[in-house]
């Protein structure tokens, strides 16, 4: 039995080292999906560091709506923009930027008298930071819908790891 153990001890420590030889080199890669605004994967190597960013909600649009309403906070894609812009304004704080982000959860609500979530309205806002001209960079995805925030008003809610060189070129 402790011959068995010492194996696959020394078996899990030769796994263990080949993703670290493979990862220790290079620059962040991407596998792109042709046509669309996400990477299929996308692999941090060593030396780089990473930024998890909290789950954001979007800031108030309309301070004179009722509070917990979705007029207060806007549609799927003005509230998709809000937390995008927190989001970016978060990753300044580590020196980091949109086109660093490497993974995003986005959780959306359906909105109100509606049975389904507003993919559309997210893509709107999301496409104004992701895949353009101007930032490229497209980070891996998953959208889950859910069936309610914290707050009865917020439809998004959106995490993200940002992954950059820990010495920038």
């Not at 696959?8 to 993703?19: D, E, K, M, R």
């Not at 008298?113 to 980070?139: L, V, W």
Request: aromatic residues 4%; glycine residues 8%; hydrophobic residues 50%.
């Amino acid at each position: 039995m402790k011959l068995l153990v010492v194996a696959a001890a020394l078996l899990l420590g030769a796994c263990a080292t080949v993703p670290t030889q493979l990862a220790s080199a290079g620059a962040i890669e991407r596998e792109d999906i042709p046509r669309v605004p996400i990477a299929s994967s996308v692999r941090v190597p060593a030396g780089h560091h990473l930024v998890y960013v909290s789950g954001t909600v979007p800031d108030a649009l309309d301070p004179a709506a009722p509070e917990g309403s979705v007029q207060r906070y806007g549609d799927t894609e003005a509230q998709t923009r809000s937390v995008l812009s927190k989001i970016a304004a978060e990753l300044a704080k580590h020196g980091l930027g949109m086109g660093d982000v490497v993974m995003m959860r986005v959780f959306l609500v359906a909105p109100p008298g509606q049975q389904r979530m507003d993919f559309a309205g997210m893509m709107r806002g999301y496409g104004a930071f992701f895949a353009t001209a101007a930032q490229p960079n497209k980070p891996a995805r998953s959208t889950m819908a859910v069936a309610g925030l914290v707050n009865p008003g917020w439809l998004v809610e959106i995490e993200v790891t940002a992954a950059a060189p820990v010495q920038r070129p």
